[in-house]
């Protein structure tokens, strides 16, 4: 056997082991491919990636939930034994008293809005226009806000916001009533209808539409605005971004409020929900592990 030979068969026999290895290279750098067969194929559909070009993640999402001192102790552990840790970095509580202990087990991710603990339109909007404004501030793609008596399927959430082009203008968020909203602008006498996504059930909000409702909510004017019309915080969201910006609400069906009765949620699609809000005996009742 000629030198050149003996190089040849070598070279051969390394692109035999290259391509023996090259399977589970692949399989180890791409925890999302899956062996099965002789094939691989990704977790998420071929086609989802040509029809959502933005690959949203848990970290583009602000999730602001509101909370008052009254909670604390009571809604408040509900949330940290459950859907907290799944974006304990994302998540941000917005109420009204300095709380020492809830800071350090939130590793400071209480807010304190210093609006009145009322449950009172104006205060309400108070911290809503707060959540809003925090959420400008930061570089977060999506706005999501919840109320402190929500469960929330955090995975669930960020696979429904794949769905939308995180570029367009966005008001995603389930309304409880079965018709357009009438409210009356004060200074006009003036009724005029919209829809609204009940703040109990969940509201996301993309950050282009965001910016678009700065006038209407900067500082202070979030609660003006909610003044205008003497509605409370999430008829406010609505008024701002369907009437005064003339953007749809687009309706998430996997959101639920306890305005809603939960029962009729079909059982085999709990597990496919992206929120319940709980109230008395309005509730889900499901085994553990
Ligand atoms: N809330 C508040 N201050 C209050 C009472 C309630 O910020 O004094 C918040 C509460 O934490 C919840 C939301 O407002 O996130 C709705 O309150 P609740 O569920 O008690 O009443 P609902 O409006 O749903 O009937
Ligand atoms: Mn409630």
């Not at 925890?31 to 990704?42: A, M, V, W």
């Not at 970095?89 to 202990?101: C, H, M, P, S």
């Not at 210093?114 to 205060?123: E, G, K, L, V, W």
Request: hydrophobic fraction near 40%.
């Amino acid at each position: 056997m000629g030198k050149s030979q003996i190089l040849g068969n070598m070279f051969k026999l390394l692109i035999v082991i290259a391509s023996c290895l090259a399977p589970l290279y692949i399989l180890i750098s791409h925890p999302n491919l899956k062996h099965e067969g002789r094939t691989f194929h990704f977790d998420f559909k071929i086609g989802s990636t040509i029809s959502r070009p933005n690959h949203i993640t848990l970290d583009d999402v602000y999730i602001a939930v509101k909370t008052s001192s009254s909670f604390h102790q009571t809604r408040l552990p509900m949330i940290l034994q459950t859907w907290f840790p799944l974006a304990n970095d994302q998540i941000w509580f917005f109420t009204d008293a300095d709380d020492l202990v809830l800071q350090m087990i939130t590793d400071r991710h209480m807010i304190n809005t210093y609006c009145p603990p009322t449950h009172f339109r104006r205060d309400l909007s108070c911290k809503m226009g707060v959540e809003i404004n925090t959420f400008m501030t930061t570089n977060k793609t999506w706005f999501c806000h919840f109320d402190d008596d929500n469960y929330v399927n955090i995975p669930n959430l960020i696979e429904m916001l794949k769905g939308y082009d995180p570029e367009a203008d966005w008001y995603l968020g389930r309304n409880s009533y079965s018709t357009r909203y009438n409210a009356t602008i004060i200074k006009r006498m003036e009724t005029v209808n919209f829809w609204f996504a009940t703040g109990g059930a969940g509201i996301c909000i993309s950050r282009p539409l965001g910016v678009k409702m700065l006038p209407y909510i900067s500082g202070v004017k979030f609660l003006h605005t909610s003044d205008s019309i003497l509605e409370p915080d999430d008829v406010t969201v609505g008024f701002i971004i369907e009437h005064l910006l003339n953007v749809s609400m687009t309706r998430i069906a996997e959101f639920h409020s306890h305005e809603e009765k939960l029962n009729l949620v079909k059982r085999d699609t709990i597990k496919e929900q992206v929120s319940f809000g709980y109230q008395n005996k309005n509730i889900i009742e499901i085994e553990g592990r």
